[in-house]
């Protein structure tokens, strides 16, 4: 009887520690990557998305095979600083579900130049954004997105 009690208590312990690390909250890590993409132009931003990224964190944006590196990411990023300066990525929904989690957001802008080819002559872009952030041991590993630039376009273009 005594093992018995012995091994319960074990493995009621077992499983709260494994209940406990499954419910980690890691959105205000994942909320780091917004705060980057609203604030493009920014070192400490910048080196806020290192902090909370993996050394081999990837961003995969569609089928191609094709692995953006973060600093790829960081330099595009620079671009969109002086293209659009008012950018804002706000995050409107934020699940997470074991080291898995997903967003769904708004980014808006005034590019002050042609975008993608399309001049906006001032107009600006509202889109929905859905990403995929893959934690390992707290820090994104993969970000996996799907942006709705067409909309974009079409907005900038005045269609």
Known sequence: MLNFKKTA???????????????????????????FLSNPGSATHADAF?????????????????VKSSEAFIGQLGGFANLIPDLNWAVEAMHQDGDTVIVR???????????????????????MAIDIHELSDGVIARTYHVEDWSTALRQLSGQ
């Open 9 to 35: 208590a074990a493995l009621s312990i077992a499983l709260v520690t494994s209940a406990s690390a499954a419910m980690a909250d890691d959105t205000s890590t994942v909320q780091v990557f917004y705060d």
């Open 50 to 66: 290192r902090a909370a990224t993996t050394s081999d964190w990837g961003s995969i944006g569609d089928y191609s095979g094709q």
């Open 105 to 127: 957001s708004r980014a808006t802008g005034t590019p002050v130049a042609p975008f993608f080819g399309v001049d906006g002559e001032g107009r600006s872009f509202e889109i």
